[in-house]
Each structure stands twice: as structure tokens, then as C-alpha cells.
């Protein structure tokens, strides 16, 4: 497609239930981000994917958030036991890296609202 | 950590030149200077970025201090769309791949 698309774009779940987030990037982008942004907050970096290396998983707050990225395109993004505290817009990512280029822009996706009630 | 600081907010009349100063007065000589937007409700979006010449399109331009110690994101004719929270983040584009977002400046354009 011509843009980042993430599906649902809303999904309320209850507490302890597990939620799967589906990320489809711009075609041949390499590289794919998610970042999460709670109501009124910034940004918060959750885990980046560049090609066949090793993610970088940095930035998963709990073991509770695994993702993968099958067939270096499609991410799923995975919260076991929803807490609250998870509620927040979720927002991917991709990029085009060219090889000692470096990175262009990101382009995000319009996010998926995730409600724990 | 965000290496950047920037205003928390400002308003600029519907017409006028939007003028965003952003400092970085850590940056090393690697990394560029990236500008997103993110427009209420949306995602964020990708404007313009630089090393060290000063860098136009056709949403803005990215004027770099020759000390590369700060930068100015210019909207020539700022729009009531423009209206948005701006970031500006530096990154090397080479090895430290991801983004770290600031809390940025929220530009809101008068009519």
C-alpha cells in the first residue's frame, strides 16, 4: 500500500486478556518501529526491526510485550495480561535504509488506541 | 534521552512565517537534524531533516547554525493545518537507528 497500515484501530480489551497489534509497512521498507504514546504524553520507544538482524528490544517495558516481524514485513506487537496501565495509542513505523546511506524519515502509521478497562 | 530543547509552545498568525528554534548543543558531528509534526489524533510526520547545510522543501525550511548547536524549523505561510506539536530530534544515521522523541513545541496558528 502507499502508507504504514495498522489494524485494529481500536480495540478495547479487559484487564488480563491478551491483544494482538498488526503493523503492514510501506513495501520494501527495511526497517520497522513501534513506539507507544500514552493520552497527553510523548513518544516512548518500544522495539525496532532492521532487516534480518537481531531486534532491538530496548525499549519493551515488560515481558509481557514480545513482537516479531514475519517475512522481514508484517509486525505483530503482543501484550499478554493487559494491565490499565497499558492503555495508550500505538504507533508503527517503517523506513527505507540504504546500505551506507543511512536512514531516511520514518513513516508512521495512524496508530491503534488500545483501552484496558 | 532527547538531546534537544525546545519551547513548550507558541503562536504564530494564520499567514505569517512560523519560526521553531530548536537547541542541540550536544550534538556530534555524525548526527542530523530531524523535524516531525504530529497533528491531533494522528501519527507523526515526517518533515524535513539536515547535517549542516541548510535544507528546503515543500513543507519548510531547516536552517542549521554554522556551530550546528542549534536549528530553526520555518512554515513560510503557516496554515490553520499547521497547527501541531513539532519535535526535533537528532540521530546518526548510522548504528543508533531509532528516534527519541522529546515533548516538543506546540505551534497553534491564530487566524
Known amino acids: 500500500g502507499a502508507g504504514v497500515s495498522q489494524s485494529p484501530s481500536n480495540k478495547v480489551t479487559e484487564k488480563g486478556k491478551d491483544v494482538e497489534l498488526r503493523c503492514d509497512p510501506i513495501?520494501?521498507?527495511?526497517?520497522l518501529y513501534w513506539y507507544r504514546q500514552s493520552l497527553g504524553q510523548g513518544l516512548e520507544f518500544l522495539i525496532y526491526?532492521?532487516?534480518?538482524?537481531?531486534?532491538?528490544k530496548s525499549g519493551l517495558p515488560s515481558d509481557r510485550f514480545s513482537a516479531e516481524r514475519t517475512g522481514g514485513s508484517v509486525s505483530t506487537l503482543t501484550i499478554q495480561r493487559t494491565q490499565q496501565e497499558d492503555s495508550a495509542v500505538y504507533l508503527c513505523?517503517?523506513?527505507?535504509?540504504?546500505?551506507?546511506?543511512?536512514?531516511?524519515?520514518?513513516?508512521f502509521g495512524s496508530g491503534t488506541r488500545l483501552t484496558v478497562v | 534521552d532527547a538531546k534537544t530543547t525546545q519551547p513548550p509552545s507558541m503562536d504564530c498568525a494564520e499567514g505569517r512565517a512560523a519560526n521553531l528554534p530548536c537547541n542541540h548543543s550536544?550534538?556530534?558531528?555524525?548526527?542530523?537534524v530531524y523535524w516531525y509534526r504530529q497533528i491531533h489524533s494522528q501519527g507523526p510526520q515526517y518533515i524535513i531533516h539536515?547535517?549542516?547545510n541548510n535544507e528546503t522543501n515543500e513543507m519548510a525550511s531547516l536552517i542549521i547554525t554554522e556551530d550546528r548547536k542549534s536549528s530553526t524549523l520555518i512554515l513560510p505561510h503557516a496554515t490553520l493545518r499547521d497547527t501541531a506539536v513539532y519535535y526535533c530530534?537528532?540521530?546518526?544515521?548510522?548504528?543508533?537507528?531509532?528516534?527519541?522523541f522529546g515533548t516538543g513545541t506546540r505551534l497553534t496558528i491564530i487566524p
Open positions: 513505523a517503517s523506513s527505507l535504509r540504504l546500505s551506507g546511506q543511512g536512514n531516511y524519515g520514518y513513516t
Open positions: 513495501s520494501g521498507h527495511t526497517a
Open positions: 526491526f532492521q532487516g534480518n538482524s537481531a531486534p532491538d
Open positions: 550536544t550534538i556530534s558531528g555524525n548526527e542530523y
Open positions: 539536515g547535517l549542516k
Open positions: 530530534i537528532v540521530r546518526d544515521n548510522f548504528g543508533n537507528e531509532k528516534l527519541t
